[in-house]
Every structure is written in structure tokens, then in C-alpha cells.
């Protein structure tokens, strides 16, 4: 009986629902998550040097359980020789971009905590860095990259899913504890029947 995976990355464009989903994870599977914006970002958006990242995401890929919510160029083949199982958001550009404006808006007038103490801002969203900006030149690189892992027979097994839709009917057959075993939708491929 293959057992439920115990470390997960879950990977997409800005504004995909990646923590949304990694969240979701954590609570059927009883996995703890780790918000990666927490261990990147110090407060007033001060960036945590790559040496430092790397450092504190080998620490963590060390333990036998956990969630991240993306991975980044530094350090991104720590997660991936760790990881049991990559679930990828592999949402057209429209729809992430969408996702992505609205929760920024929100952001915007809410004022909600992102991580660390930091907020989004109006200046933060006009300026050259504007996580809408990165959005734009970011999401052909990581449906590439995604689609890539998935290719590949040597990484973790990787996850697609190409709609809110199908990521929620996948979601309908994960189980809910961690000593429950793996559902067919969560082992990989190779394993389940009629592969």
C-alpha cells in the first residue's frame, strides 16, 4: 500500500492560489506548511540574502514532513530532491492574473498582512518591481518549468492541474489524516492502476 506523500511542493505563477491550496493540504493531510514569503522577506520588504534562504530551506526540506508554497532559482533544487510530490497550478494566464489583481486590490484596501509585517502598497504596486509586472514576465517560465518536471522521470512525481475544476475534484479524493493511506489521485503515476 503506497502511503500518503509527506513532502509536498506546491508550485505556480504569482497570484495562482498556490497558499491557498498548500493551506487546504496541510489541513486534509495534518502536514505542517511553511509560507515561503515568511522565510524570504524580513520586515519593510527587506529580501532575506539568497545564501540565507537557502540555508533555512535545506534546514527544513531536512524534516520528514512538510508544505512549501513555491521555490525559488537559489535554492529550488533543495525542494525538488526532497520533495514526494509536486502539485502544480497550471492556470491560464488570464485566470492567475485575474486571481492575482483581485487579491492585490484587496490587499490594497484591507491592509492585510502579507508576511513578516509587510503590506502591500500603491507605490509597491506602480513601481518596476510590481508583483503584477512579475507576473507578466514570470508565467511562461514556470508553466515551462512545470511542464518540464512533470516530463521528467528522475524528479518527484508532478501534479498538473489546468483548472480550478479538476484541482477540486483532485482535492474531493485526498485524505483527510496523515497516517491515512494514498488515495489512487495521490500516488504517482507509475503506481496506480492500469499504468
Same mark, same amino acid.
Given at each position: ?25 496541510? =489541513?486534509? &493531510? /495534518? ?7 515568511? *522565510? @524570504? $522577506? ?77 503590506? =502591500?502598497? &500603491? /507605490? ?7 508583483? *503584477? @509586472? $512579475? ?61
Amino acid at each position: 500500500m503506497v502511503s500518503a506523500p509527506s513532502r509536498i511542493l506546491v508550485y505556480a505563477v504569482y497570484g495562482a492560489g498556490k497558499s491557498t491550496l498548500a493551506a487546504r493540504l496541510s =489541513e486534509r &493531510l /495534518g502536514l505542517p506548511w511553511y509560507p515561503v514569503d515568511d *522565510l @524570504l $522577506w524580513e520586515p519593510g520588504w527587506v529580501e532575506v540574502p539568497v545564501a540565507r534562504q537557502r540555508s533555512r530551506i535545506e534546514a527544513l526540506c531536512r524534516r520528514d514532513r512538510w508544505i512549501l508554497d513555491g521555490a525559488y532559482h537559489g535554492w529550488r533544487d533543495v525542494v525538488l530532491a526532497r520533495a514526494d510530490l509536486v502539485v502544480g497550478l497550471d492556470y491560464p494566464r488570464w485566470l492567475s492574473f485575474w486571481r492575482l489583481l483581485r487579491r492585490t486590490v484587496r490587499r490594497l484596501v484591507t491592509g492585510e498582512e502579507i508576511c513578516n509585517g509587510n503590506r =502591500e502598497s &500603491l /507605490g509597491s504596486v506602480l513601481s518596476h518591481d510590481s508583483i *503584477l @509586472l $512579475w507576473h507578466v514576465t514570470a508565467f511562461g517560465r514556470a508553466r515551462r518549468r512545470m511542464r518540464a518536471w512533470q516530463a521528467d522521470p528522475t524528479g518527484p512525481p508532478v501534479l498538473l492541474f489546468r483548472s480550478p475544476a479538476a484541482l477540486d475534484r483532485w482535492l474531493a479524493g485526498v485524505p483527510v489524516r496523515s497516517d491515512a493511506p494514498a488515495p489512487e489521485a495521490l500516488r504517482p503515476p507509475s503506481a496506480r492502476r492500469g499504468r
